[in-house]
């Protein structure tokens, strides 16, 4: 694996965006719906890092399915979420890639009446939007790679990596080759 972003680095960036989340929303209330579940890591670190107010709460959504790098249909879940209406909220989600399931994610939050409604990612992909829709805040921009750690996974595996890391085709190959074992 290609490391793209070290821990530290990651530490910092994120730090950045609370920061810049925090001085929007100064002296408000905010509810933050981490999508599940690439996004679990980054949530963990922004609700320590932003001095605010905050409510938490997660809602499934999901493009991927097994062992694909390739979008799917999307399949949203709001089960698990919260109560938004009348709340200034951030939906919280790993990667803007294509930015199908970011737009379509904040599309069906209107729904629930949200006071306010930004979004913020850990990371956006150059050169990969098919949408015409820009996430509010962006910790990091990256190359079009795919990448692992710090909560995005291939096929439910690397999230645990404490950095970022592009896979390259033969972290495929072993990949497939150790789980088919």
């Known amino acids: 694996m290609k490391i793209l972003l070290t821990k530290e680095e990651l530490q910092h ?17 905010i509810t933050l ?11 963990a670190d922004l609700i ?17 399915r097994g062992a694909t790098t390739t979008r799917g249909e999307l399949v949203i879940n709001s089960d698990l979420m919260l109560d938004i209406s ?7 989600d790993d990667i803007f890639d294509t930015g199908h399931t ?3 994610v904040m599309h069906k939050l209107r729904d629930f009446n949200p006071k306010s409604l ?4 850990l ?17 990091f921009n990256i190359p079009d790679e795919f990448v692992v750690g ?15 890391a592009a896979l390259e085709p033969a972290d495929l190959e072993h990949h497939a080759n150790v789980h088919r074992a």
């Open 102 to 104: 970011l737009k379509k």
């Open 86 to 92: 009348g709340r200034d909220v951030i939906l919280v």
């Open 13 to 29: 960036g994120v730090e950045r965006m609370a920061k810049e989340i925090a001085s929007v929303y100064a002296g408000h209330q």
């Open 123 to 139: 990371l956006r992909k150059h050169g990969r939007e098919e949408v015409d829709y820009v996430p509010d805040f962006v910790a």
């Open 150 to 164: 710090f909560g995005l996974d291939y096929e439910d595996m690397y999230r645990n990596l404490p950095y970022l």
């Open 48 to 64: 320590r890092a932003i001095d605010l107010p905050m409510r938490v709460g997660v809602l499934d959504a999901s493009s991927y």
């Open 33 to 43: 719906v981490g999508v599940l579940t690439g996004s679990i890591v980054l949530v």
């Open 118 to 121: 930004r979004s913020a990612v």
